[in-house]
């Protein structure tokens, strides 16, 4: 899927190393640079590619992934937001389905940066009744950061919620979980983790005292990636096991074999977003051994 991405008819060329392309219904920003290339669909401000040059795809995407407007694109770094979860409607917020303006772009020898923003609106407001202006900052080289930055009067919840391409989730574990956790798959039942968290099954946890650095080790892969949370108060790991993961539509069968979600996360406490003040949340993304 990602590699047809970069393939797409050019419909505006913005830079030397930026275009805008259209995949089904949705216009896409590919970047190729010589450090890097990757993919942001306008719906959602989303990260759909990110490759450093000489490594693997280090973002997953569903093969089966839906190119609609309103509907949610499976993988990447979708930005859930104003609400995690079910906490409203639609499902992990409004978000990561509408359209973001690119406000910016800047390139230099070691990368792009580029910055997006969605503003309140009458389709919105029906749906949280708040004014506001989210920025979603990305500076992508030989790493990848992502910020985003609330602006207005409100309350919220929300998360990156990265999705990372492995070899083969039964040789995956993640470090630096910590031990406490919410247990989705256990109807929010509580627990505690001895050691990195593995994948043998289904996988839905809410850690609420996990470090602000995680490794992502994927041992079949031969690489380690470094995940660092910036302003998080929880992480989500995610992975599908094999029966939900063919019961959903935009995912193949063996989809969950080859991804898991390492997610910075605002849940047990809250983005507080004041006039003089922006609530902040940001993920930085290293690839720290690799073979291409």
């Not at 650095?213 to 929880?234: A, P, T």
Request: one cysteine or more; glycine letters at 8%; hydrophobic letters at 40%.
């Amino acid at each position: 899927m990602q590699d047809s991405l970069y393939k797409l008819p050019v419909t505006r060329q913005l830079s030397p190393c930026l275009s805008i392309r259209q995949k089904d219904e949705l216009p896409l920003l590919v970047i190729n640079h010589p450090r890097l290339r990757a993919v942001i669909a306008l719906q959602g401000a989303q990260l759909i590619s990110w490759q450093p040059a000489g490594q693997k795809p280090v973002i997953w995407l569903s093969d089966n992934s839906f190119f609609q407007n309103g509907t949610a694109i499976r993988g990447g770094v979708p930005v859930c937001w104003p609400w995690f979860g079910g906490q409203g409607k639609p499902s992990h917020g409004f978000a990561r389905t509408l359209p973001w303006t690119l406000m910016a772009h800047d390139e230099s020898p070691q990368g792009v940066m580029l910055t997006f923003e969605l503003k309140s609106s009458p389709q919105t407001l029906r749906l949280w009744p708040h004014e506001f202006s989210l920025i979603a900052r990305f500076r992508l080289g030989e790493h990848c950061e992502i910020e985003l930055e609330a602006h207005g009067k409100h309350t919220s919840t929300g998360a990156l919620h990265s999705y990372f391409e492995v070899e083969d989730i039964a040789g995956v574990s993640v470090n630096g979980l910590g031990s406490a956790y919410t247990d989705k798959v256990l109807n929010d039942a509580l627990g505690e983790l001895q050691g990195p968290q593995t994948y043998p099954g289904r996988v839905d946890r809410i850690f609420t005292d996990a470090a602000n650095l995680n490794v992502i080790d994927d041992s079949v892969g031969q690489r380690h990636i470094e995940v660092s949370h910036q302003y998080k108060s929880d992480v989500v790991t995610w992975n599908p096991g094999p029966e939900l993961s063919s019961s959903m539509e935009d995912m193949a069968a063996n989809g969950y074999r080859t991804m898991v979600c390492v997610e910075t996360a605002r849940i047990n406490r809250l983005l507080v977003s004041k006039a003089e003040a922006p609530a902040k949340m940001g993920v930085i993304i290293r690839v720290v051994a690799a073979t291409a």
